[in-house]
């Protein structure tokens, strides 16, 4: 019996390591992505909202605990306000676009053929480009008097356009670039949506005499309205970052019709050194985005579960 015991104590040791070991090796397989996750994610997260209320200097090297300082003195700074209707009113021409356009580019290539394949490179081509090289080959476009548009409006006897200096169009034709520029991933993210569709569903359809547009309505748009959720967040959430075409197209012009939250934060940070200020609109930006991406989710999850 004694005998009995003393083995059934060393198995319970043994065991009791075995999972010790597990659990620690565990552990070290996922240290590597915590520290960098850590180091990367949360300290610069925590570092800014310690920032937004200090009054910072960058090229000075001042650093003052001031704080709500800055969310206050944003709250009455026109230009910054003026950003932030800037950015609702890009994220309103642009994500609805990439929705529905993405949509019905990927509708209209989901189909085994070359020429669908020739086409689907296309449209994704310009996703791969860097903002540099787009805003080039679109400020060839819009180049006052000289521009393909200019030159054609000209021709037509309408004169010259100068879409970019002109406040009332400025912002909508940075927009009309970043869906060019941006529309291959959707396209790509709802062919992928497509293609899980089971086919026998639409074969099924067929044979009851269904029309495309009942089709699309009943069978195709349920099945992908995840994804359909998803592209949206994901655009409300790209799109409230812009800065490159903003920066390099209109330089925020004209009359700061165009000038976006995350130029505003770059201004303030790298240009006014003021850190703490910058860092106060930056948090600022991150809730709104924030807010905007689960109210998308919200209201597009409400009527599939009521």
């Known amino acids: 019996m004694t005998t009995l015991v003393g083995v059934d104590a060393a198995r319970g040791r043994r065991a009791a390591r075995a999972g010790w070991w597990s659990r620690w090796a565990g552990l070290a397989f996922v240290a590597p992505f915590l520290v960098l996750y850590l180091w990367l994610m949360i300290y610069p997260l925590v570092s800014g909202v310690i920032m937004s209320f200090q009054y910072k200097d960058l090229l000075s090297g001042t650093s003052e605990f001031v704080g709500f300082w800055n969310y206050e003195d944003l709250s009455i700074d026109p ?4 950003s932030i209707f800037n950015t609702l009113r890009f994220v309103i021409l642009t994500v609805p676009a990439f929705v529905v356009l993405g949509l019905l580019i990927a509708l209209a290539l989901n189909r085994p053929t070359r020429g669908a394949a020739i086409m689907r490179t296309l449209f994704f081509g310009p996703h791969v480009l860097s903002v540099t090289v787009v805003t080039l080959i679109w400020k060839t476009v819009y180049l006052p008097n000289v521009g393909m548009i200019d030159a054609g409006s000209t021709a037509l006897g309408l004169g ?34 497509l293609q899980q569709v089971p086919q026998d569903i639409y074969e099924a359809a067929r044979l009851d005499s ?53 130029m505003f934060i770059y201004q303030a940070g790298f240009q006014q050194w003021q850190a703490g200020y910058a860092a106060a609109a930056s948090q600022i930006l991150f809730a709104i985005m924030l807010v905007a991406a689960g109210l998308q989710f919200w209201v597009s999850r409400k009527p599939a579960e009521s």
């Open 79 to 82: 230009i910054f306000i003026g």
């Open 160 to 193: 010259p356009l100068s879409i970019l200096l002109n406040p009332d169009w400025a912002l909508a034709a940075v927009a009309l670039v970043t869906v060019w520029w941006s529309i291959g991933l959707p396209m790509m993210l709802f062919l992928a949506a």
């Open 210 to 262: 269904a029309s495309p547009l009942r089709i699309l309505w009943t069978i195709t748009i349920p099945s992908i309205s995840k994804m359909i959720v998803l592209v949206a967040v994901i655009e409300v959430v790209l799109q409230f970052q812009v800065f490159g075409q903003v920066n390099l197209l209109t330089g925020g012009g004209p009359n700061n019709t165009t000038r976006s939250m995350v």
